[in-house]
């Protein structure tokens, strides 16, 4: 009984590798990799408030980090995972209410939400940029 | 084969029996989490391009304020309750071996678990003391 289980040839559903990428699909994988990006990113905010708690000596190496172009850098991607995984989610809010599931749809809103969370996020930056009186 | 007790329905028998041991529950509670985070997550932004490069003093007035450190607040508990449901699927997903999944499963609940409590206590410290 077992033998001949092992021996059925079964169909297999395509793999990964053999589909050429769609927009949609990138989108998709996109939330999941921005969605665990951001899991491991917060240990930069548990980081930077544990610094600020501990003290003005701390915090001043802590900033220096932030500071630095490379702080910055993971500042700016940090954002932009934020901002693309909350639109993403937003866009699976309005699936579960059933709207929006045509192939048209669906393209349209990918688009959307990846021109957004790029325009968002230097939004962002910017107004914080003068808010802050270019201090960053 | 194992006797099928008359008394259970198949799905009784059908629960638990997937790769998340559970369905609805994590679903709603992802969707609850991710709702909450919308609001939270701009209020977030908001607060990191006024801090980014903000110095001690600066920071610590901020999380005087209690409406901010309360939203922070919220926003880091919301958070790690929908990383941990997160990864849990991610583990899911890729993780096939059944140690190292158990062992993933369980380094997600403690890592978000610590997470949140770190940045509480640091809030709160930060609000109440500075």
Known sequence: MADNRMNVERPLSPHLQIYSPMFTMIMSVMHRVTGAALYFGTILLAWWLISAASGAHYFSYVNAFVGSWLG???????????IHHML?????????????????????????MFISSVVLTWAVWIAGYFMMGGRL | MRMQTPMRTPLKQARGLGSARGGAEHFWRQRITALANVPLTVFFLYTLVTLAGADHATVVAYFKFPISALLI?????????????????IIEDYIHHEGFKIAALIGNILFTAFFGLICIYAIVKLSLGG
Do not use: C, N, P
């Open chain 1, 88 to 112: 993403g989610g937003v866009r699976h809010f309005i699936w579960d209410t059933g709207a929006m599931f045509d192939k048209k749809a669906l393209e349209v809103s990918a688009w959307a």
């Open chain 2, 73 to 89: 607040m919220l926003f880091v508990i919301s958070s790690a309750w929908h990383m941990m449901l997160g990864l849990q699927v």
């Open chain 1, 72 to 82: 910055r850098l993971i500042l700016f991607g940090y954002t932009w995972a934020l």
